[in-house]
């Protein structure tokens, strides 16, 4: 088989399976609505939960920051790239949660893969939820350590796990709020089996953090614990990108001698940095508290409304509403009819989702407004079958 060979074989089985992804071009993805030239649509796929992700403060300050410190970073933070802007705010952030330490990243994915790869040892044990992100699994499976996964949310089959026989260090592994079901881990019973077996919890919280807990402290806060790491990502709530780290200080000191995802790719720009420290000091105020009480109402408004037309969801209390459909086609046929009735939602199907589960991710934010969910299941209701 010739290199053109493979990729057309694999190609072709993506296509044959409903599978086949295609990025569409957008003049407007994040807030209440979607843009495509000179149309638009409601956009119930976006992850901008408070929808700050065109706040005019949050983007005054980049502008502030991009005049100050320029347009980029210039290079890794060990080299020229850590600038004041980047201090300042991984202090806030750490002081904000708890921690003793925040370390930045240029995305959720690197931090997560950037934490597994210098932690784990070949002796080590991971014991990971089974339907942790991607970036999770996809570094747990490459590191030199054991993975074992545990049914979803299960303590029990967790704590079994971990009681089994090993030469090295245990980690477990888990969401906060789960990226494709919506639904919450049970930290607190995750937290204790983990601590009683010596091992430590690393959470990825980035779907709770600036949503949940008190001033939007995250997943960990609501559930009062608090991992040995934390990782926050900036790209959801925030209304940026990026990602943080959460440690002690000998963990950071380590991650910074042995992460090679932050070692050696160039930092965020210092720019950025600035605007997130804006937007913490929005999600942390009284205009993030109303903004969460906003998407609240909408996440009830949408659920009671849901159960009314016999959707099928999954038990989800987040702003990740995930309708299930079920075959990739349907799903692809169910999204194309919705947006051309004016809402846009995004069809996610296999490997993201497991085989049977294609689904509808409805997301809900701040910015939508109490009629928009209502047409949202008017149109819903139209297209029952």
Known sequence: MSWQQRIDAALKA???????????????????????????????????YLGLSQHPAIVKAWQQGAERYGTGSGGSGHVTGYSEAHQAFEQQLAEWLGYSHALLFISGFAANQAVIAALMAKEDR????????????????????????????????????????TDGLQMTVTEGIFSMDGDSAPLKA?????????????????????????????????QQIKPEVLVVTFGKAFGLSGAAVLCSDSVADYLLQFARHLI?????PPAQAVA?????????????????QTLQAHIDRFRSGARQ????????KSAIQPLIVGENARALHLAETLRAQGCWLTAIRPPTVPAGTARLRVTL???????????LLEVFHANRQ
């Not at 747990?140 to 704590?159: E, V, W, Y």
């Not at 919280?205 to 402290?217: Q, Y």
């Not at 997130?276 to 969460?292: F, H, M, N, P, T």
Request: proline share 2%; net charge neutral; glycine share 8%.
């Open 126 to 165: 991971i014991v990971a939820d089974r339907l942790s992100h991607a970036s999770l699994l996809e570094a747990a499976n490459l590191s030199p350590a054991q993975l074992r996964r545990f049914a979803h949310n299960d303590s029990q089959q967790l704590a079994q796990l971990l009681a089994k026989p």
């Open 190 to 222: 995750i937290a204790e089996v983990t601590q009683a077996a010596n091992g430590w919890l690393m959470v990825d919280d980035a779907h709770g953090i600036g949503v949940c807990g008190e001033k939007g402290r995250g997943s960990c806060s609501a």
């Open 14 to 48: 993506r296509r044959d399976t409903g599978t086949f992804r295609q990025r569409q071009p957008v003049s407007q993805g994040a807030g209440r609505w979607l843009q495509r030239g000179d149309k638009r649509w409601l956009n119930f796929s976006s992850n901008d």
């Open 365 to 375: 934010t701040a910015s939508h407004q109490s009629q928009d969910i209502d047409q």
């Open 276 to 292: 997130l420290s804006k937007a913490l000091e929005i999600v942390r105020s009284d205009e993030g508290d109303q903004r969460r």
């Open 264 to 268: 050696y790719s160039t930092s965020m």
């Open 309 to 316: 037309l016999d959707l099928l969801l999954t038990e989800s």
